[in-house]
Nanobody, 128 residues
Framework: QVQLVESGGGLVQAGGSLRLSCAASGRTFSTYGMGWFRQALGKEREFVAAITWHGVSTRYADSVKGRFTISRDNAKNTVYLQMYSLKPEDSAVYYC?????????????????????WGQGTQVTVSS
């Protein structure tokens, strides 16, 4: 089992940057692909980015491609989401999640049901 705790959210002006962290407990973290999702008020949860368990391959939603970077440090049991050029429409609660399949050969997919473990979320607010 994996327990996830996000941090790093906050209030930032449009054009600014933030780095989110997701700290995981458990010795098996390094065997799980990881994803970031977000949910804005009144909207459905949406995929943001994902990374393989070994950190070699990544996947991004079109809306964040070129602005966000997902990475991980397995020695620290942590996955990151570096966000640049933030826009007001990026405002949401951001969640990290662990793939339901360990040691997946490819990047985890963009659908929430493909992830078994979720953090509690961290709020990101981008002011215009």
């Amino acid at each position: 089992q994996v327990q996830l705790v996000e941090s790093g959210g906050g209030l930032v002006q449009a054009g600014g940057s933030l780095r989110l962290s997701c700290a995981a407990s458990g010795r098996t973290f390094s065997t799980y692909g990881m994803g970031w999702f977000r949910q804005a008020l009144g909207k459905e949860r949406e995929f943001v980015a994902a990374i393989t368990w070994h950190g070699v391959s990544t996947r991004y939603a079109d809306s964040v491609k070129g602005r966000f970077t997902i990475s991980r440090d397995n020695a620290k049991n942590t996955v990151y989401l570096q966000m640049y050029s933030l826009k007001p429409e990026d405002s949401a609660v951001y969640y990290c999640a662990a793939d339901r399949q360990r040691l997946r050969s490819g990047v985890p997919g963009p659908l929430a049901y493909e992830y078994d473990y979720w953090g509690q979320g961290t709020q990101v607010t981008v002011s215009s």
